[in-house]
């Protein structure tokens, strides 16, 4: 070590790069981020290959004929028993651009519709994590930074919310929703919109952001820097913006990959149940819905986008765990429940 | 006491009103959701909606028909279905309790069990491989949909692998009473029930362990190796006891949301007529009667096992006691 | 002899390498003598009375040396031995009262658990015997108190449950962690009466951990001063407080109040702070921060002397 190299200040890192020198050593952690970015990566390749493959993914092809080493193989295979008036689907071919997976019931390239699919899981899921961190964020922030009536009125509201099953409630939006869409003044949702499951995804969690939250900004409400600046007559939003904000930042972003996680299977349940995504449109757990039929038959259908759901949530988790023990170890933040 | 009691009374009275209002103004009164619009059909005329409105009472305001909806639910009972008139939807939702009942209460003991002896295992030996493997399972658990797990767990008891040795005991899937047939009801109930706990326990475990390995550090523990008592007994009496506070918090809150209707997904891919599938159905139909009543019914469990929570709460915890 | 630690040696392995806490400390301890253990927060005397007790469970640490309890090697003992003796024949009092005893259990239930972990006797007897316990620690209603849960104490009155716990199986040696820190002053000296007093029915020796010098003087009959991990003087109280040898303890000396004579504007306090483990000074660890240091003291380590009286300081090696 040179001499100049000692006489120089320890050069000190900040929170951050130590958070993230940390969580670059998780090996867990960081295996799950690649996993999780090849699928995405995948999915968004979802047009490419429909165009690659020249298949179209959203209509129906009961009559397509593909080539199998030179043979001509029908996608939908008319049954030889019984009456002889039932389909089966073709089964995986294992050759990539056709047919990988094979058919669904209504001759669509399974192998399409579920990188299609993940697609719109993954947006759905990602953009219901925003909407629940904004609502939330701010629910709880008003609620703690304000106090008195504000906080009686929407901590009630939470405190309701939170004691509704879930999933009822998530089935119960969507089912009012479907027919007719949203459309509250400015705000105008057609049903078969993928923003109609982002919104109510993202309302049914609020609770579990906006909660912990208000409980940090109470604590934070009553800490000496921000009796001080209320003291000094700064404006309450520039204490909220300035002062508070910051230091809830390291909670925010834990939640995010855990609130994706469980909205990832919030959406597939929901479409599961045929009251999620809409068809042509698809997404794994409509995938899966068309699976069901099929399960003893084709079960790829049904088992491909299950296994891609649980591994893109479980990568999710392991990840989520890293990131929270490396910015924020002491957080009650745990994985969800239902 | 008998403050404390009369305020924690009130509170549930609450929140149970705050579902009520929540799920009625959803049904009732969403922009664009017309129910009467659903009754009457897709091509009926202006007359038609009308004379629905009018005969279901849609026309009235709507906290008239919120309190006809509450009395014929709580006081008259005599709510009937929208969809199928003349249904009686009280002893409907009466009708599927045990269903719903039996599942819940099975899966719970499976995951309790389960998930306590692998909290406790990978507490003892953390961060060995045997806890890093139980805690991987664990979070698989977690991870996956829990109605594909059903579907694959269909695919093998039912189809591919039925007719072996391991799963020819499996009967077809449906609800069998126990009062008629107790064997019936047992193993047509073995596999829903190790579907549901699977994902509990993978939470539970997680839970657990980490509520010990963090009581592991209190002092009290010091104390305890001090005295010279055992590892074994250090580990169930001491830190497993003060972590079970966690633990109980959490089960009250699941174990009510899915007898109060979460075993949704459970009960419809193993076609078993309980509250969860009941609701489900009615949504599709939007039966508002029936909703109206599994959702009240719902929020009754859940608010029942919050207090029961708050009791145990305080058997559990002394601290709790002399406040 | 009761205790007879030889060039103890403690370490952990850490992210930043190897650190020392205990670094060759040796020191005997007669039957139903009470030795004083007095250094800074840091200075490894808690940790080297953990490993006495074995109660060093980090999969990190490694213990050398030898530690004998009535000529018994303790070192490398089998846990289930050792299990045997803590709690039975060498017990413990820790510092928090407010976090030693397990919140969801009372004190009745706690005492009589360590008596039944060692002796064969029915729960009823264990109860009889605590309550005994209780008077003997001046509970003013021991009966009452044995259904007691730790948080409907107060603080005195749980370390008096604590001591009643360490006392139930009637230890041969007592190690008492700062037992007076975390009290008001009043109860401090209470707590102090006490265990002088239990020195006398129980005969226990008694290993008094503190950072207190005026705690030391009324109790201790010798004083070991401990500085980043090693022994830096030893000696009986009488040599300790009138002829202090080693600078450091003379420093501490300087930092208790005088009783008599006109109070001081400030105590006078030690410049610095400890040294780091990780980064030890080759010479003396206290050197950087002591007002007669010289040249040797920057290169080489003073070896504590032998006999009953002994610093480790050349200055003192000079005189």
């Not at chain 2, 009473?177 to 699977?198: E, H």
């Not at chain 3, 007592?174 to 006398?200: C, F, N, S, W, Y």
């Amino acid at each position: 070590m040179s001499n100049q190299a000692v006489a120089m200040p320890r050069k000190t890192r900040g929170p951050w790069a130590v958070a993230f020198a940390k969580l670059a050593r998780d090996r867990a952690a960081m295996a799950s981020l690649a996993v999780f970015l090849l699928i995405v990566l995948a999915c968004l390749s979802a047009p490419l290959y429909a165009k690659w493959a020249g298949v179209d993914p959203f209509a129906s092809t009961l009559d397509a004929v593909i080539q199998i080493d030179g043979a001509d193989v029908p996608v939908m295979e008319q049954s030889t028993e019984g009456l002889g008036l039932g389909y089966t689907p073709l089964g995986p071919t294992w050759r990539l651009g056709n047919y990988f997976l094979g058919a669904d019931s209504q001759g669509r390239d399974v192998m399409a519709r579920m990188l299609y699919g993940g697609l719109s899981s993954l947006l759905i899921s990602g953009a219901a994590t925003i909407f629940t961190l904004i609502i939330g964020t701010a629910a709880g922030l008003i609620a703690g930074y304000f106090g008195g009536i504000t906080d009686t009125v929407l901590s009630r509201l939470l405190d309701v919310l939170w004691a509704f099953p879930i999933y009822l409630l998530a089935i119960s939006l969507s089912i009012v929703t479907i027919a007719q869409g949203i459309r509250i003044g400015p705000i105008d949702i057609e049903s078969g919109s993928l923003w109609l499951p982002v919104i109510i995804i993202g309302i049914v969690y609020v609770p579990y952001v906006a909660r912990p939250i208000r409980g940090q900004v109470l604590s934070l409400r009553h800490s000496e820097f921000v009796l001080a600046a209320i003291n000094l007559g700064v404006p309450g939003w520039r204490i909220l913006w300035r002062d508070i904000l910051p230091n809830i930042t390291t909670t925010l972003i834990v939640f995010v990959p855990l609130m994706m996680a469980l909205n990832m299977l919030t959406e597939s349940a929901l479409s599961f149940l045929s009251i999620g995504v809409q068809p042509p449109a698809a997404s794994w757990g409509t995938i899966i819905q068309d699976g069901q039929a099929l399960l003893y038959t084709r079960p790829l259908v049904a088992l491909v986008p299950g296994l891609a759901i649980a591994v893109s949530v479980m990568a999710l988790n392991v990840f989520g765990d890293g990131l929270r023990d490396a910015l924020d170890p002491r957080s009650k933040v745990r994985l969800g429940r239902d | 006491m008998i403050y404390a009691i009369l305020r924690r009374f009130g509170q549930m009275l609450f929140v149970m009103f705050g579902i009520s209002v929540i799920v009625f103004l959803i049904f009732f009164a969403t922009p664009g959701a017309d129910p009467a619009a659903r009754i009457a059909g897709r091509n009926a005329t202006a007359e038609v909606l009308e004379a629905v409105r009018h005969n279901f009472g849609f026309d009235r305001p709507l906290y008239v028909q919120y309190v006809k909806m509450m009395e014929k639910i709580f006081v008259t009972g005599d709510l009937t279905s929208f969809v199928n008139r003349g249904w009686k939807v009280v002893p409907a939702v009466m009708d599927s309790i045990p269903v719903t009942l039996s599942l819940v209460f099975g899966a719970a003991i499976l995951w309790v069990v389960v998930s306590i002896i692998i909290g406790i295992v990978a507490a003892a030996t953390r961060d060995s491989w045997l806890d890093k493997l139980l805690m991987a399972l664990g979070l698989l658990g977690i991870s996956m949909p829990v109605y594909w797990l059903g579907e694959v767990m269909n695919l093998i008891t039912q189809s591919r692998y039925h007719d072996s040795w391991a799963f020819s005991w499996v009967p077809p899937l449906g609800y069998k009473n126990f009062s008629d047939d107790p064997k019936g009801w047992f193993l047509t109930l073995v596999i829903p029930w190790i579907t549901l706990a699977i994902l509990y326990i993978g939470i539970y475990g997680r839970v657990l362990r980490a509520a010990i390995i963090e009581s592991l550090q209190e002092d009290f523990i010091r104390t305890a190796r001090a005295k010279g008592l055992s590892e074994t007994r250090i580990l169930l009496r001491h830190a497993l006891r003060t972590s079970l506070i966690a633990f109980v918090t959490l089960f009250g809150l699941d174990f009510g949301a899915l007898v109060g209707g979460s075993a949704l997904l459970t009960e419809v891919v193993f076609g078993l007529h309980g509250i969860g599938k009941l609701t489900y159905d009615a949504l599709q139909n939007l039966d508002l009667p029936m909703i109206m009543a599994t959702v009240m019914y719902a929020s009754v469990f859940v608010v029942i096992a919050n207090a029961v929570v708050d009791f145990v709460y305080i058997l559990l915890d002394p601290r709790l006691r002399t406040s | 002899m009761i205790l007879s630690v030889r060039d103890l040696k403690v370490s952990f392995r850490t992210n930043d390498g190897l650190v020392r806490a205990i670094d060759g400390v040796s020191f005997d301890l007669e039957e139903s003598e009470i030795l004083g253990v007095v250094g800074e927060s840091g200075s490894g005397k808690t940790v080297s009375l953990l490993a006495v007790m074995g109660l060093i469970t980090d999969p990190n640490a490694s213990i050398e040396g030898s530690i004998r309890y009535k000529g018994r090697e303790l070192v490398g003992l089998p846990a289930r031995e050792l299990r045997r003796l803590r709690g039975n024949e060498i017990a413990m009092i820790f510092q928090d009262p407010m976090t030693a005893l397990t919140p969801v259990y009372t004190i009745g239930w706690q005492i009589a658990e360590q008596i039944r972990a060692h002796q064969n006797i029915s729960k009823a007897k264990a109860m009889v015997r605590v309550e005994e316990l209780l008077a003997e620690v001046n509970f003013p209603n021991p009966h009452e108190a044995m259904s007691r849960y730790p948080h409907q104490l107060s603080g005195g009155m749980r370390q008096r449950a604590v001591i009643a716990m360490a006392l139930s199986c009637n230890p041969a040696l007592l190690v008492a962690d700062e037992p007076t820190t975390a009290l008001d002053v009043t109860v401090q000296a209470g707590i102090l009466d006490l265990v002088r007093k239990l020195r006398a029915t129980h005969k226990s020796a008694v290993v008094f951990i503190t950072h207190d010098m005026g705690v030391v003087s009324e109790l201790a009959d010798r004083v070991m001063v401990m500085y980043a991990g090693r022994v830096v003087e030893r000696g009986s109280r009488m040599e300790l407080f009138s002829d202090p040898r080693h600078p450091y303890t003379r420093a501490l000396l300087g930092s208790i109040p005088p009783l008599t004579g006109e109070k001081p504007r400030r105590l006078p306090a030690i410049p610095g702070s400890p040294p780091s483990l990780l980064r030890l000074p080759q010479g003396c660890a206290f050197g950087p921060r002591c007002p007669v240091h010289y040249e040797p003291c920057v290169t080489d380590r003073p070896e504590l002397g032998i006999g009953t009286h002994a610093a480790a300081c050349f200055r003192v090696a000079q005189a």
